[in-house]
């Protein structure tokens, strides 16, 4: 059976969301260690990293994940929003790293006023950065793929090989996988035939071993449309059969996959908890 979890909210400590993610029945969890619209954050305190990591152990929830900030532009073209930029992830490794986080999911960066290659070095310089300053650090960077909207890098498997082989420590870096970005980008995960084809390039570009994490959401807008909308499993663009045919891939059996999908309730049922019946299902199938 996949190992399969979401995002969920820290209001109220980073114990409640393990306790949220259980209440959903997640295997896994995924947080913002902070307020991810904002670049500062009060330090985390010993009693609460303890907290978090009794309350996983207690409620075995297994291979937490951190999302880094929205505001972290790892290849702006702005000097100083780079300098920014590699002080923030500094920051959310050390976060992740206290509460022992293994990996922390960060969207490369878009290239605003330059152009790809420019912005693919400038990733390559900031992570050197970030790695100088976090090498006595157990946390890791995983690079998502993206849609590739706007000037948005990372939607193309070759850009993020790009950005990895391009460091001084690729052996540090990993991916993360979402699949309504694939789909928006242009990678087709259904019939198995073209899923098929989409993994080869995965495989060739990054290899499977960098893979360390998905999420998965379904999409608002149409294949190859390079726009970020995500939907619950089933009811977007791609329906269920891309989900159907990943889950049952023994390949990623091993692999945590986390939702990403909107949150509230439905007739009275937990929207995160519905999404992950439906794709429990299509492995039962």
Known sequence: MPILGAHMSIAGGYYRAVQRARESGCDCVQIFTKNNNQWRAK??????????????RDL???????????????ASPDAALRKKSIEGMVV?????DKLGIRYVVVHP????TSD???????????????????ANLNSRILLENTAGQGSNLGWRFEQLARMIKGTDKPQRLGVCFDTCH????????????????????????????????????DSKQPFGSRRDRHEHIGRGEMGLDPFRILLNDPRWAKT???????????????????NLKVLRKLVAE
Do not use: W
Not at 63 to 72: C, E, G, R, T, V
Not at 120 to 134: F, G, K, M, Y
Not at 192 to 210: C, H, I, N, P, W
């Open 182 to 217: 694939a789909f928006a980008a242009g990678y087709p995960l259904a019939p198995e035939s073209k899923y098929d084809d989409t993994m080869r390039q995965l495989k060739r570009a990054v290899g499977f071993r960098r893979v360390k994490a998905f999420h998965l959401n």
């Open 116 to 134: 790809e290659d420019t912005g693919i070095e400038h990733v390559c310089d900031s992570l050197n950065a970030v790695h100088r300053q976090t």
């Open 92 to 96: 959310e490794l050390e976060r992740a």
């Open 256 to 274: 945590p996959m986390y939702l990403e999908t909107p949150k509230g309730t439905e007739d009275g049922q937990e929207l995160d908890a519905m």
């Open 109 to 112: 960066g878009s290239f605003t």
């Open 60 to 74: 075995k929830i297994k291979h937490p994940l951190a999302h880094a900030s929205y505001l972290i532009n790892l």
């Open 43 to 56: 330090p985390i305190k010993e009693e609460e990293s303890s907290e978090f990591r009794k309350t996983m």
